[in-house]
């Protein structure tokens, strides 16, 4: 089954309510709703119901635009042995529903159960008018700020889209699309909106606010955050994007600390409705696990004693067949397969790992075996799972933090990589060594509070502070240690993806704007079987079937406006 589409179509069942969820920040946001947010029309004209449905709607199209990522990039397993034909234009249409507006039901694979939504920029276009009648400046600036991401995000997975004519109804059937540099000048526009109308006094504020609890000072920082990230990824074609960026850096005004982390809580209900993280939802069920975990990244995380590795993966199995017990053709039919001569040669992990860590290589499309109860399942963070006390049991619903996880948008340990970057491009290697200093921190940091949403599990068995420090120093001696650039950004790079498993939207853009790192683990099939690495999705079919100015793409080697690296194999991307 294709992971994307599992995901995809089962996520689409969860959290049309959210009550008694805790969200971001470390105040308590109750929620009182009492009419669905994901049922609207415009003739409910409360602005705080869209609102509502913009602020939810935005985590779960968030999860799964994180997840595609995650998949092409090793930080989650991809299922299909090319990049060509790994994903299918029907894969994207839920998320771009989501993004957009919804055209009705949408079912999971099986059609056991549907949701109504009405996508993120639909709810947007009909609160503005509300909002902007009513001087509702707080509810427009998070719309605002919503809405840059979310285009930002089309745009970086899709290349042009609709925009400046989309969501008009009989007006324009068929909006043109807008060229991706054109969104991203709208989307610094949007945030710098945001921020103005976040410094406005106003009698109204919203009855919920998902994510900082009305700390409108926080909202500001997220603004200035991602117009930071914006001004990164184009700085291949923006002379002056590097200069922006840094103009917000020495303000100060930005995502610093974890409590300014921006990030969706999901909670712990089963039914009516189901709003658990959608990776616990999937995975922690009456057959087992259904996802694989990435070979790669559990056997970096392990040969490196990575302090959050148990944190990111349970075991439910101590041994794997070929390596700690003999090979098993049943459960792991690759066990008894010889390495492709491509991996033999680039020295790189195949089928198993040892101590437990049960999961799939990159590209690996075979079957689904009998062994839910055997391969490694999500951990506590950020799905809120089982935190790994080597207690190697079967995962079941209700396990671990039940579900009451997040899913990470930007956080102050990503913010830190990106700084680290920027100083790279310079050769600045003190500042760079600085910030991924203070990336590595507050990652192991915010990761290792998620222990405690595991009230069974046996917390001995979390690192200890002489664990963490040994571990950052081992990094930081290797950074400093390094001999060439090439050797820096991929020290950098590896421990940026690591920080970043949960969200893999930052990893597919920092992938293709600068090549690393070059240590990945490449497809079971060798280029040029494989196909180039995808520089940008296909359309979803639902576009290119409803719209007749789009025109389907052919292939996926098309690159988003701000990619002019050179095209793959040659680009030092690891096929």
Same mark, same amino acid.
């Given at each position: ?5 599992? !995901? ?36 409910? #004209? /409360? ?18 635009? *994180? ?32 993004? =957009? ?12 159960? &549907? ?25 427009? *600036? ?7 991401? !979310? ?18 109804? +009989? ?61 990164? $990824? ?20 930005? !995502?610093?600390?974890? /409590? ?8 712990? %209900? ?5 709003? @658990? ?24 995380? &392990? ?6 590795? @148990?944190? =990111? ?19 792991? &039919? ?24 049960? *999961? @799939? ?21 950020? +799905? ?27 956080? #102050? #340990? ?8 920027? +100083? ?18 507050? &990652? ?10 595991? %009230? ?34 991929? !020290?950098?790079?590896? $421990?940026?993806?690591? #920080? ?8 597919? %853009? ?12 490449? %497809? ?52």
């Amino acid at each position: 089954m294709n992971v994307l589409k599992y !995901i995809s179509h089962k996520t689409s069942v969860i959290f049309i309510l959210i009550f008694g969820l805790l969200f971001i920040s470390c105040e308590t946001t109750e929620l009182n709703l009492t009419e669905d947010p994901n049922s609207l029309n415009p003739n409910q #004209s /409360d602005p705080d119901l869209f609102l509502n449905s913009i602020q939810i709607d935005f985590g779960k199209v968030i999860e799964r635009f *994180g997840a595609i990522g995650s998949q092409v990039v090793r930080i989650d397993n991809m299922y299909g042995r090319d990049y060509q034909n790994a994903y299918s234009p029907s894969d994207f249409n839920d998320v771009w529903s989501g993004s =957009y507006q919804s055209t009705g039901e949408s079912y999971d694979d099986q059609n056991e159960h &549907s949701q109504k939504f009405n996508g993120i920029l639909a709810d947007i276009r009909a609160l503005h008018p509300i909002a902007t009648k009513d001087k509702l400046y707080y509810h427009l *600036g998070i719309s605002q700020v919503i809405e840059a991401y !979310i285009i930002v995000t089309l745009v970086d997975f899709f290349g042009d889209i609709p925009y400046s004519e989309a969501l008009k109804g +009989a007006d324009n059937l068929n909006p043109k699309l807008d060229s991706g540099a054109e969104v991203y000048s709208s989307a610094i526009t949007l945030l710098d909106d945001a921020i103005l109308n976040f410094k406005k006094d106003i009698p109204n504020t919203p009855k919920n606010d998902f994510y900082y609890g009305r700390d409108w000072e926080k909202w500001i920082k997220v603004a200035n955050t991602i117009k930071m990230k914006i001004y990164l $990824q184009k700085s291949l074609v923006d002379n002056d994007a590097i200069s922006n960026f840094t103009k917000i850096v020495d303000t100060g005004d930005y !995502i610093k600390n974890m /409590d300014e982390d921006f990030q969706f809580k999901w909670g712990t %209900n089963v039914i009516q409705p189901d709003n @658990r993280h959608p990776r616990y939802a999937n995975n922690y069920e009456g057959d087992g696990a259904d996802e694989y975990m990435s070979n790669w990244l559990m056997n970096l995380m &392990s040969n490196a004693n990575d302090p959050r590795i @148990r944190y =990111y993966y349970y075991r439910q199995s101590n041994v794997v067949p070929g390596a700690e017990t003999a090979p098993d053709e049943e459960t792991l &039919s690759c066990s008894l397969e010889s390495p492709p001569q491509h991996y033999i040669d680039g020295g790189f992990t195949f089928c198993f790992l040892n101590n437990g860590y049960w *999961g @799939r290589d990159h590209g690996d499309d075979d079957g689904t075996p009998p062994d839910g109860f055997k391969r490694t399942n999500f951990g506590v963070y950020p +799905a809120a799972g089982r935190f790994d006390d080597s207690s190697f049991k079967g995962t079941q619903q209700g396990d671990g933090g039940k579900g009451a996880g997040i899913t990470p948008i930007l956080l #102050s #340990s990503w913010v830190e990589f990106m700084i680290a970057e920027v +100083a790279l491009g310079k050769m600045d290697i003190s500042s760079a060594r600085t910030a991924f200093s203070s990336g590595l921190t507050k &990652s192991i940091a915010k990761v290792t509070t998620f222990g405690s949403l595991d %009230n069974t599990a046996n917390l001995s068995f979390e690192p200890n502070t002489t664990d963490i420090s040994t571990f950052i120093n081992n990094k930081l001696a290797q950074f400093d240690a390094a001999t060439t650039p090439k050797d820096r950004w991929n !020290i950098v790079a590896e $421990q940026y993806w690591i #920080s970043l498993f949960g969200n893999g939207i930052d990893a597919f %853009n920092f992938y293709r704007r600068t090549g690393y790192p070059t240590t990945l683990q490449p %497809n079971i099939e060798p280029f040029p079987a494989t196909g180039n690495f995808i520089r940008s999705f296909p359309y979803p079919s639902d576009l290119t079937t409803n719209n007749s100015s789009v025109d389907p793409k052919p292939n996926v080697n098309q690159k988003v406006f701000w990619d002019k690296n050179a095209d793959s194999p040659t680009f030092p991307i690891a096929n």
